[in-house]
């Protein structure tokens, strides 16, 4: 089951030319586990940030947080499971600094493939939209054959004095609900329960559960990032185990966990994917364009996941010969081919007006920014609409968002006073953009229009951000919706703010 990270309305990372106003965030995850018994049943979790709920004075110095959840639980549009139930979050002093806090819920459910839906409101502000979170699970567990939980990835775990529905093998584990692991977390911590190994393999055998860390773009093993416990077979084999990540770059990893029986032959697999974000290594790497040609710089890059990244980051500033270049280099998976071609990027780019490497090193703490601020399920920052976007024409002056508008679909709207398109260097002044997000719970934004040449242009771009309004949109010369004259989106077009 994959680890998701859920992202309702806005983002919390705050960049300083970016105006941005924190709302409601819930990070989800589930687990699906067995049982001795052959009962199998999910575990669903969610972190609720504190910043983006209203706190209700309760006392006299005191204030909670609360939120109306409510999960439905679907097989073939049949409900299978229903629980509606408030969430009151920890008592707090300090309303700058509400605490996040966490629930988790468990439904026991039979081998199927399952729509687990989850409506969560703030009980303190029922003005608000609820917001929807939806996701597949599919539930397989043969007693013929190896087969594990789900790998569940932990914010952190201690011996249980008290059991709760966070207990496992004797321990209490704090779900970490998303796979995105930025520089302050040094330790990837995870569960993992495998079934039926002594029936398998045979009762009373050692084998041995390796775990470590490989590229995703390649699969290649990351030196130093894992080990393996030996343990005797039994119906339920648990692994509890963490991973130091502190020297680990950023980029895209698999977390793999594999069973090799006694006879050193790999008999199970199973990976959960994960992502990195390494600021200090970042850091390092800018201190040595200090004083490397970009040459010497990318020479020493071996890394094919990371040269992969390289490459492709450099889609939004690409003429179009260059991204057909960008494809073919990306797509050989081939470290000399992509060095060759990221260096004759730079090099043309520079030509001899610029340092080429310092041109590189100023490119890509922006790509860093569009990475954290701008991903779209897994699709990388810098192959997003937003992203893409920032890194072509730079910052917005302007960033209006519109995340709750009666109505609309949560839209933003960006204003250039000037801009440089930074692939043919055309200058444009009193530009605008306009994104739309319509799948809510991804935080991907689409763009919609732009006067800017060569982008979407689209006159009737008013019916995108309405939400299921077609009032009018028979008539090709309509530009809006009827019975929208009350929204925000022609004023904040006019004169974003």
Request: proline letters at 3%; a positive charge.
């Amino acid at each position: 089951m994959v680890l998701k990270i859920l992202r309702l309305i806005a983002t919390l990372i705050i960049v300083s030319n970016l105006n941005l106003v924190a709302q409601l965030n819930a990070y989800y995850s589930s687990a699906s586990y067995n049982t001795p018994n052959n009962t199998p049943y999910i575990d669903v979790y969610l972190t609720l940030v504190g910043k983006g709920l209203k706190a209700k004075n309760v006392n006299a110095n005191q204030f909670q947080n609360k939120v109306l959840l409510v999960q439905t639980i679907y097989k073939d549009s049949l409900i299978v499971k229903a629980n509606k139930y408030k969430l009151s979050g920890p008592l707090f002093t300090d309303t700058l600094n509400p605490p996040t806090f966490l629930d988790a819920q468990r439904y026991s459910l039979p081998n199927g493939n399952y729509l687990v839906v989850t409506d969560i409101t703030d009980a303190n502000a029922t003005t608000k939209k609820t917001i929807t979170i939806k996701e597949k699970v599919e539930i397989k567990f043969q007693s013929n054959q190896l087969s594990s939980s789900s790998i569940q990835l932990l914010e952190k775990f201690q011996k249980s004095t008290t059991p709760t529905i966070l207990t496992k093998s004797g321990f209490d584990l704090t779900p970490y609900c998303i796979n995105y692991y930025p520089e302050t977390q040094k330790e990837l911590s995870f569960y993992l329960e495998l079934y039926k190994a002594d029936s398998i393999l045979g009762k009373n055998k050692n084998f041995i559960l390796k775990y470590y860390i490989e590229n995703k773009f390649n699969s290649t093993l990351i030196d130093g990032l894992g080990a393996f416990k030996k343990q005797t077979t039994a119906n339920v084999n648990p692994l509890l185990a963490k991973v130091n990540i502190e020297n680990l770059y950023s980029g895209n990893y698999n977390l793999v966990v594999e069973v090799i029986d006694e006879n050193n032959i790999l008999q199970f697999q199973t990976k959960q994917f994960f992502q990195r974000l390494n600021k200090k290594k970042n850091e390092d790497l800018y201190e040595f364009m200090q004083t490397k040609t970009i040459q010497e710089y990318f020479g020493q890059c071996s890394n094919l996941d990371t040269l992969k990244m390289f490459v492709e980051c450099l889609w939004p500033i690409a003429n179009n010969l260059d991204k057909d270049r960008i494809i073919n280099a990306a797509n050989k998976k081939d470290a000399d081919v992509m060095k060759k071609y990221v260096i004759n990027f730079w090099e043309r780019y520079a030509a001899d007006t610029a340092n080429p490497l310092k041109l590189w090193s100023s490119y890509y703490r922006e790509v860093q920014k569009v990475m954290k601020l701008f991903k779209c399920g897994k699709q990388a920052g810098y192959y997003t609409d937003r992203g893409r976007v920032y890194l072509q024409y730079g910052a917005p002056n302007i960033r209006s968002e519109q995340l709750a508008e009666q109505n609309t679909y949560p839209y933003e709207i960006w204003q250039y006073y000037r801009l440089t398109d930074k692939t043919n260097a055309q200058f444009y002044s009193n530009k605008r953009f306009v994104f739309v997000n319509k799948t809510l719970a991804d935080d991907c934004f689409m763009l919609i229009h732009s006067d800017v040449r060569g982008e979407v242009l689209n006159d009737r771009w008013r019916f995108e951000v309405t939400r299921r309004n077609t009032n009018g949109i028979s008539n090709p010369d309509n530009l809006q919706p009827g019975g929208t004259e009350s929204n925000n989106f022609n004023q904040i077009f006019a004169n974003p703010q």
